[in-house]
C-alpha cells in the first residue's frame, strides 16, 4: 500500500498521491499519507521544532485540502514555516507561491532574526521574501495580482491580543473565503500563566462575524495551530 502512494518522479523526488477526501463539506483527508509525508520528507528537512508534529500535520493536511494558489505568511524568522509549505506544495504537486514577511530591519521586534533572515528558503523557486508589516503586504500583493484561486495565509507575527485580532480581522474584511492558519494558540485551564492573546482573539473575530467560520485546533499542548475556514 505504502508504495503504492508514493510515486517517483522523473527526477527521482517522491511524490505524495493527494491525501484530501475532498474538497468541501467536512474537512478530511488520508492521515496515513500525510503521516508518511512527514516522516520521511519533512521532519528530516525541519525538525519539530517550532512546529512538532501535530502542527505539522495540520499545515499538511490544510494546504492538501484548499490547495491555495497564494500562500502568505509572516514572520518569516529564519524560514521554517516558509521551508515547511515549500516542501509541502513539491510534494504534492499543488501549483502555489508562497510570500514570506517579515519586518524590516531598522524595525525593532524581540524574535527578529536579523541576518538569519529566511535562511531556510534564500533563493529558492516557489518562496518571494519580503520585508514590511506582514498582513499590510499581504494584502497590498492580493491587491496588486487579483488572485482567482483559494488563498492560505500563516498568522505567526506578533503573538498578542491585539495584533492577531487586527491581522485576523483585516484578512477576513478583506478576503471573506480566506484559509487562515495562526500560530501559537493553544489555551490552557484559567490560571495558567500561558500567552492566551491568540486565543481570546480568534474567538473575538469570529464571534463577531456570527460565528460564521469553523475551526480545528491542535489541543494537545504548546505551541498550538488553529485553522479557521468557512
Ligand atoms: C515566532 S517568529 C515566527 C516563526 C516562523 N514562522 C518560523 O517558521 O519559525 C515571529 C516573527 O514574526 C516577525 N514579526 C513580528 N511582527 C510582524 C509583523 N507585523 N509583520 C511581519 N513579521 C512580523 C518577527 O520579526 C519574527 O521574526
Known amino acids: 500500500?505504502?508504495?503504492?502512494?508514493?510515486?517517483?518522479?522523473?527526477?527521482?523526488?517522491?511524490k505524495f498521491e493527494n491525501p484530501a477526501k475532498n474538497s468541501q463539506g467536512e474537512f478530511e483527508v488520508n492521515n496515513w499519507i500525510t503521516s508518511e509525508f512527514i516522516v520521511q520528507k519533512l521532519?528530516?528537512?525541519?525538525?519539530?521544532?517550532?512546529?512538532p508534529l501535530d502542527e505539522l500535520s495540520l499545515m499538511t493536511a490544510t494546504v492538501c485540502r484548499f490547495r491555495p494558489e497564494l500562500i502568505f505568511e509572516w514572520g518569516t524568522n529564519i524560514g521554517k514555516s516558509?521551508?515547511?509549505?515549500?516542501?509541502?506544495v513539491n510534494a504534492f504537486e499543488i501549483p502555489s507561491h508562497i510570500h514570506s514577511i517579515d519586518l524590516p530591519d531598522e524595525v525593532f521586534h524581540n524574535e527578529h532574526p536579523k541576518?538569519?533572515?529566511?535562511?531556510?528558503?534564500?533563493?529558492?523557486?516557489?518562496?518571494?521574501?519580503?520585508?514590511?508589516?506582514?498582513?499590510?503586504?499581504?494584502?497590498?500583493?492580493?491587491?496588486?495580482q487579483k488572485p482567482a484561486g483559494k488563498l492560505l495565509f500563516l498568522v505567526d507575527g506578533d503573538h498578542s491580543y491585539e495584533s492577531v485580532y487586527k491581522e485576523l480581522a483585516a484578512i477576513l474584511d478583506a478576503q471573506p473565503d480566506a484559509v487562515v492558519l495562526l500560530h501559537d494558540t493553544f489555551y490552557q485551564v484559567p490560571g495558567s500563566n500561558y500567552n492566551t492573546g491568540p486565543h481570546d482573539a480568534i474567538k473575538a473575530v469570529l464571534s463577531a462575524r456570527g460565528n460564521a467560520y469553523r475551526?480545528?485546533?491542535t489541543q494537545l499542548g504548546l505551541p498550538g495551530m488553529t485553522l479557521v475556514y468557512k
Open 115 to 144: 541576518n538569519d533572515r529566511g535562511k531556510l528558503v534564500r533563493g529558492m523557486k516557489g518562496v518571494t521574501l519580503h520585508q514590511a508589516d506582514g498582513v499590510t503586504r499581504a494584502l497590498e500583493i492580493i491587491a496588486q
Open 1 to 14: 500500500m505504502t508504495n503504492q502512494r508514493i510515486k517517483m518522479s522523473l527526477f527521482g523526488r517522491k
Open 82 to 88: 516558509a521551508r515547511i509549505f515549500l516542501e509541502i
Open 215 to 217: 475551526t480545528i485546533s
Open 43 to 51: 521532519v528530516p528537512v525541519v525538525g519539530v521544532h517550532p512546529f
